[in-house]
């Protein structure tokens, strides 16, 4: 279990943050301007890449309207380059994204902020970029309940869908190799599609980060019926995903999430879409100590 410091638990840096709060970035001359922000001054838009079905990060609400924990820390940010740019109308459009396409879209200029429930891994870092982590999670199972699956070793004989593209996939068909297991697998290009395949038993599990696995459970017509399994087989920080090699954009980004980390205003927000999930009065996931942690890491001096 991870322990706070003493500075940490007196909250040292809380002291400072009075002093911080408020600072706005600076206001970039057009000439010094490159990369990302040179592209949205000049189309006079910012292009938002989001996920369809990644309760509570990224989905579709009710309105229609993209929403979410990852959402909002994206609107802070258009907020910021509104600023920078002196364009308070400044457009803002959002894309949808999958797993497949959310890295090929960055790095192709499609999107200029990807907002969802992607894990920065160094290996991914050889194409885009990402801004200070903002969730912590990790790798699990989803089985209906009563199927008397546990573990992963469970599933022998059986059938897992996993969806292409992402972190889980690789972890779980790894451990599969690895232990020798007799799984079937069935690749689903989302979480939607996963849950779908377990819904109308066409697999026994699906695998994902478990706070994602919490969210489809809260969408679905009889909760009671599926259950988060497992011990976690991953460890994935999930962070806002910006294009590569260009340090300007990368910058403001994690200059508008060190103030809301300073300011505590991040424990607020995040408190909007976990305590309790807005689609489920009945799932509650406090911030564990590890993210307390992080915040407080990246709660970077202005």
């Known amino acids: ?49 989001h996920r369809e079905t990644s309760i509570p990060f990224s989905w579709i609400g009710n309105d229609g309207q993209p929403q979410g924990y990852s959402v909002d820390l994206c609107l802070r940010i258009v907020d910021a380059v509104k600023e920078t740019l002196d364009k308070p109308d400044l457009e803002v459009r959002f894309v949808p994204v999958t797993p497949q396409t959310r890295i090929p879209l960055m790095a192709n200029g499609t999107i200029d902020i990807e907002c969802g429930s992607t894990t920065n891994k160094l290996s991914r870092q050889e194409q885009v970029a990402y801004l200070p982590v903002t969730f912590i999670t990790g790798t699990k199972l989803l089985v209906k309940t009563g199927s008397g699956v546990e573990t992963l070793e469970d599933l022998s004989g059986k059938r897992i869908a996993l969806a292409q593209g992402t972190t889980n996939e690789r972890v779980i068909k790894a451990a599969i190799e690895a232990g020798g297991l007799d799984v079937d697998v069935l690749n689903v290009k989302d979480h939607a599609e996963g849950f779908l395949s377990l819904e109308t038993d066409r697999v026994d ?92 890491l990246n709660a970077l001096p202005e």
């Open 1 to 49: 279990m991870f322990r706070r410091t003493h500075w940490i638990r007196h909250g040292l840096l809380g002291a400072f943050a009075t002093a911080a709060v408020g600072l706005a970035p600076a206001t970039a001359p057009a000439q010094d301007l490159y990369g990302t922000l040179a592209k949205i001054d000049e189309a006079g838009e910012i292009v938002i890449g």
């Open 205 to 296: 599990a699906y695998s994902t980060d478990h706070i994602l696995l919490l969210g489809l459970i809260t969408r679905s017509r009889d909760p009671q019926n599926y259950q988060v399994v497992g011990d976690f087989m991953s460890y994935d920080p999930y962070a806002i995903m910006v294009r590569r090699d260009d340090s300007a954009f990368q910058l403001l980004g994690t200059r508008v999430l060190a103030d809301l980390f300073r300011s505590g205003e991040i424990r607020e927000i995040y408190a909007k879409w976990f305590e309790p999930f807005p689609t489920s009065d009945d799932v509650s996931e406090p911030p564990t100590d590890l993210l307390e942690a992080a915040w407080q």
